[in-house]
């Protein structure tokens, strides 16, 4: 009977044993790349990083010495000697699921960090993690801090849900300037950018280590023939469905951040972005932002839009705000999917409105040819004014309005039509309607002025004097030397007489 339960002791300690070492990351740490050629720095970053976790019970370390020969691999598929396929599926033979690489960078007086965890036999990233520090110790302990917090189960419910997402992977970022910079950025934003992708998307993020230097590539790139590039192939045969390629541009007083997302599979670009940054020190949020506008771009929640407006320098309005102007000849958007109004407003043209059903993924162009306004209603309104026929009068005002639009031409039509209903008509409610549009759709001081005084005018005649006064001290208050202001006053002091 002692002796069963003895066995049964035995069977159940060794199964938990199974168990635990089933929850256990068996990591190894690579040596860290380096972009200060400080082989010191990558050394002691793998010591420290190797002390800290050593302790970690959810982990098993095994020593990068262990693991030399595939190192040396690694290292030759980054310098485009080895094919990339050369470095999945060794897991088994290594003893590891996963391996830790990371890079050492500094832009301006700081230390750029990043570690991550790659999967061993399909080099997908389960874990992500980068740092801005002031000291390399500090960057160091705070990466060290984060990992320590990594658990089998998270990395398994990580890969489970982006198992039927499409793949992402850096591929090159290239450098463009004025005068020789400083410093150049390309090589750290790059492991930058990876770690944000991985450790803030939904969709799985392949290591560039893997991707940055690619079998049959590395003649493209040292010649600058990217248009013959074969990397759409490599990356496909490698199941990576998307590549992301960019380059970063600095000029005296700027920096900026262009970036493609690039379908493996068809060739096509799925999203095109460029973000602007004044302090390089900034590169580390930037690589977040443009991270959550890609996953956003391949799981089709957003995409880019093309307007041409001829004639160009039109100005543009998505959804009633302004989205910029096609002054060089075209402007690019990005949507969110649904339907959304475009407005294109140019001087001397109507203004053109129409709603598209937008659709990421695609390329989406929106030709707009404006015509040219006639002032064929306006000059009938202002005859019809003159002769005392006011209810004509408003009649062409409105006319006109409806067929400019938002225009700079049209505020004229508001205003006399206003002035028309309050002082003639006595339509104080169609006044007040009609000054009220004017304030919403001009911001010239002087229209918004005279829109505010007649607002005003509309507001007593009804009655309501309150809102008079209100609307006159915020006329004096924001448009003080205007001719508007000045008739104000005459009415403000009857308020203050009484």
């Not at 256990?24 to 010591?47: C, E, H, K, M, Y």
């Not at 290594?94 to 080099?123: C, F, H, P, S």
């Not at 990233?125 to 917090?149: P, R």
């Not at 970036?259 to 004044?278: A, H, P």
Request: hydrophobic content about 40%; proline content about 3%; glycine content about 4%.
């Amino acid at each position: 009977m002692k002796k069963i339960i003895l066995t049964a002791i035995i069977i159940t300690a060794l199964f938990s044993i199974l168990i635990a070492q089933e929850d256990t990351i068996r990591v190894s740490i690579a040596p860290f790349d380096n972009t200060l050629a400080d082989q010191q720095l990558s050394l002691s970053a793998t010591s420290m990083l190797t002390q800290s976790l050593s302790n970690n019970t959810k982990m098993v370390l095994r020593k990068p010495e262990a693991i030399q020969n595939y190192i040396n691999l690694l290292e030759k598929v980054q310098l485009g000697i080895e094919d990339p396929n050369i470095l999945k599926g060794k897991g088994n033979a290594l003893q590891i699921d996963y391996l830790m690489v990371g890079t050492i960078g500094k832009i301006a007086d700081r230390y750029e960090l990043d570690a991550r965890l790659v999967d061993i036999n399909t080099w997908q990233i389960v874990s992500a993690y980068g740092v801005q520090a002031s000291s390399f110790n500090t960057g160091i302990e705070n990466i060290a801090a984060n990992l320590s917090l990594l658990n089998k189960n998270s990395i398994t419910q990580y890969q489970e849900a982006s198992k039927e997402k499409p793949t992402a992977g850096i591929h090159e970022f290239r450098e463009y300037y004025e005068n020789p910079p400083n410093a150049l950025y390309c090589a750290t934003f790059m492991e930058m950018l990876t770690s944000a992708l991985a450790n803030k998307t939904t969709n799985p993020t392949i290591e560039n280590k893997f991707t940055s230097r690619l079998l049959e590539e590395k003649s493209f790139e040292m010649t600058g023939i990217i248009e013959n590039s074969k990397a759409d192939h490599i990356f496909a045969i490698q199941g990576i469905t998307n590549r992301i390629i960019g380059d970063i541009r600095v000029f005296p007083d700027l920096i900026t951040v262009n970036y493609k997302i690039v379908n493996t599979g068809s060739q096509s670009i799925l999203f095109t972005g460029s973000i602007d940054v004044v302090n390089p020190t900034a590169l580390r949020a930037v690589s977040l932002h443009i991270a959550k506008i890609i996953d956003d771009a391949l799981n089709n929640k957003i995409g880019n839009l093309t307007i041409n407006t001829t004639p160009v320098d039109a100005e543009i309005y998505i959804d009633d705000t302004f989205a910029g102007t096609t002054k060089n000849k075209s402007l690019m958007v990005v949507l969110q999917r649904g339907t959304h109004t475009i407005t294109a407003k140019a001087e001397g043209f109507k203004a053109f409105t129409c709603q598209s059903n937008f659709e990421p993924r695609k390329t989406t162009e929106i030709i707009i040819k404006l015509e040219r306004i006639t002032e064929r209603y306006l000059q009938e309104a202002f005859v019809f004014e003159s002769q005392g026929k006011f209810d004509r009068a408003v009649e062409k005002y409105e006319q006109f309005v409806k067929e400019t639009g938002n225009t700079q031409e049209a505020n004229v039509a508001l205003y006399r039509m206003g002035h028309i209903l309050l002082n003639n008509l006595k339509d104080y409610n169609k006044a007040k309607d009609v000054f009220t549009s004017l304030l919403n759709n001009y911001p010239e001081a002087f229209i918004r002025a005279e829109g505010y005084f007649g607002l005003a005018q509309s507001y007593l005649a009804m009655g309501n004097k309150e809102q008079a006064k209100s609307t006159i001290n915020y006329l004096l208050e924001y448009y003080p030397e205007s001719n508007a202001a000045i008739e104000a006053k005459a009415i403000i002091k009857t308020f203050e007489a009484k």
